[in-house]
């Protein structure tokens, strides 16, 4: 993994969004020991028609593990994906990807699990390795498991993930995440089409210049994508995080036999 292309992406400052994100969710919940807030932004299946709890429920952490996870679980994909979209373009992604998720947690929870609630950033940390998952694989096929000779596509990684939170983690939402996530791999397949429910790079950039005296105020160590220099972000080629390696199989494949030897990944 290429770190230094996650934490300082174009050898850049940290993110706006990303880096005010951490900060702005680590005050609600502050702020929600002092008035509990968080009450009225849960989602739940009833909560279809209420564009605040469906806009709002990943701000909401229910303690403090929970935030911590979900803020280190983000920051690194969203911190790279700013950098290549802008700022508020990924403002807005963010909040349409959780209105999108909440939909399909609200209709599929109407049947399977009515009076479920859930709360919390790992929809749009989903969200994110679903978007970054897809693009890997175009370049990176199938991931190697270090330290041994199994591989599996690197397209499915982000479910595999999902599914061993699932097990290892009690209370986490399976269905939450698996919609969260299969909205990042519709992103990452049909991003030119995702981005017809956006507001044109026009508007974006009107809202910009509304803003200016807010964005001048943002401190020199975090960078401010603007919209106006992601003209190229339709035809930039994707860039891999991961350090570079050969393509590998998706058994055990054994080496050839050597006198007096055993074979390595083998008992």
Partial sequence: MNWSAITSPNGQPPSALTTGLAAFLTLLFLLNKIIPIFDAMTL?????????????????????????FNVISLMGPLNLFESQHGTVHTGVVLNLAAVITGLLYCLFGRLAYPDASVAGASGWCFTMFGYFGLKESALHPRYHIPGSNFAFPTVLSPLVLLILISIF??????????????????????????????????????????????????????????????????????????????????????EPTRTGGRVLGTA
């Fill in 169 to 254: 983690v009690p209370g986490v939402s399976f269905w939450g995440h698996f919609f969260a996530l299969m909205v990042g791999y519709f992103i990452g397949s049909k991003e030119k089409v995702f981005r017809k429910i956006m507001p044109p790079s026009w508007i974006i950039q009107k809202i910009e210049e509304k803003a200016e005296p807010l964005i001048a105020l943002i401190p020199s160590w975090v960078k401010f994508y603007r919209e106006k220099d992601m003209t190229e972000r339709d035809t930039q080629k994707y860039s891999s995080v991961f350090v570079a390696e050969d393509s590998l199989p998706l058994h055990n494949a054994p």
């Fill in 44 to 68: 739940s299946p009833q909560s279809m028609f209420n564009i605040g709890r469906l806009s709002n429920y990943p701000l909401a952490h229910l303690s403090f593990f929970h935030l911590f």
